[in-house]
């Protein structure tokens, strides 16, 4: 057996080229966990029990669903109830959703490690509760989810590759239409796995550059 | 305890009416805990009030009540003239604070907290430009200069740019009072504001506020200190269980204290 490279580099604009779709649909249920992990963290730690069983209940609901079975299902039942999404807007939604259950768990894990005592005193200033969590709460929220948060942003990177079940061109699904083709299944999957590798690599290596200067800064020297 | 139970509320406070700050029965809870249990209080402008007690007494719950970042379900405060999150007017109707009154009021006071409280993710002159930009909306440049004189005040000119973390207990402390400061407060509150600080400490953050009751701010203070107490207060009050039970002049109530609990309290300060 030998390792085709040259077939591999003739393909590989076709290939690569699916990276394309693979970073738009990351990039979009990105956005999506980002937004409604947030919203349903803040209910998490509402002070009313009902906002928080609803909290509870939709993390539950969307941790327990394999992502592939919510992708089809979302693929291919909203256009029978007559919700028309695009391909991509339909897959990056699935994707999103699945992954804001574990977004709000590594929210709500930065909003409680907040001092109470620097919440006191931001309303002591005469913050509002919107300007209390926008200029104190968040940005040390953050601090604490933002690893988790970009490991999620990997993990989502990696799952994308899902979509190429329901036909999105991402570079899974590339890979398999030039295997096919061409006979080289080990050539094409070992190069998009380099690429998903690298990519990922780099994200957590980013991640902990990030977490190495914040150290630094803030942690107490008593 | 309903919020709506108004029978204690006191429309017409009477000859106290002119006082800057006035408290009458208030009740506070922790949960089912009754922690305050009727506090009546009043202090006149310029003022420094010392309040001593027993951990539990509810010292610190009754400087919370009147920042409002603990709600009292009975009985009212007043600060200028303001009341605090409940109040009847002459009518006798109840009213509430909305989130918005409430921060304008809060903006109106500043209180410096026994573990400073700082803002973690912020210099040192962020922390204290903060409220200034947030909550006074006060432009950016003119909340900087405001913040430096404050910083400056308390001693930490060259230390603007550090975050609270590279800083010593004393130096957060003066911190937290330069905040405070910045807010241009009527009233300032100080809970235990040297009990975590190494001995050695405690003196710089006396004097600072010494000077600020020299200047005439108007000052609640919780503190063990009782030396500061005798050289600055105007007043001392006794609290126990809640409630509010021996006032005088603290060199007169640390030489002779009336009710038998201060007395107790007092040996065990002073030993």
Known sequence: ?222 | MAIRDTDNLNPDAGADGDRFVRAHDVHACYGKLEVLKGIDFTLQEGEVAVLIGASGSGKSTFLRCIMALHPIEKGEIHVGGEGITRWLDCDGKLHKDTAKSLCHKRSMMGMVFQHFNLFSHLTVLENVMLGPTMARDIAKAEARELALTKIAEVGLGDKVGSYPAHLSGGQKQRVGIARALAMEPKLMLFDEPTSALDPELVGGILGIMERLATAGMTMMVVTHELSFAKAVGTKMSFLHDGKIIEEASPSDMIAAPSTEPAQKFLREVLV
């Open chain 1, 1 to 222: 057996m030998t390792f085709k490279l040259a077939l591999l580099l003739r393909e590989s604009p076709y290939l690569f080229g699916g990276a394309y779709y693979t970073a738009t649909v990351t990039s979009l249920a990105f956005a999506i966990a980002l937004g409604l992990g947030l919203a349903i963290a803040l209910m998490k730690v509402s002070k009313r029990r009902l906002v928080r069983g609803l909290a509870t209940t939709y993390v539950e609901f969307f941790r327990n669903l394999p992502a592939l079975v919510l992708l089809f299902w979302i693929f291919y039942a909203f256009p029978v109830f007559g919700i028309r999404l695009s391909a991509l807007t339909a897959v990056s939604l699935a994707l999103g959703l699945n992954v804001s259950g574990y977004m709000a768990e590594a929210f709500r894990t930065g909003l409680q490690a907040v001092d109470k005592g620097e919440v006191e005193a931001g309303l002591s200033v005469g913050l509002t509760r919107w300007k209390l969590l926008r200029k104190v709460v968040l940005p040390q929220a953050s601090r604490v989810s933002l690893p988790l948060i970009i490991n999620l942003f990997a993990s989502l990177l990696r799952w994308s590759s899902l979509v190429s079940a329901v036909g999105i061109s991402d570079l899974a699904y590339r890979a398999r239409i030039i295997s096919s083709v061409n006979y080289i299944p080990i050539e094409a999957y070992t190069g998009i796995a380099m690429f998903y590798l690298v990519v990922s690599s780099l994200v957590s290596f980013g991640s902990s550059l990030v977490e190495k200067k914040w150290a630094r800064r803030y942690a107490t020297t008593s």
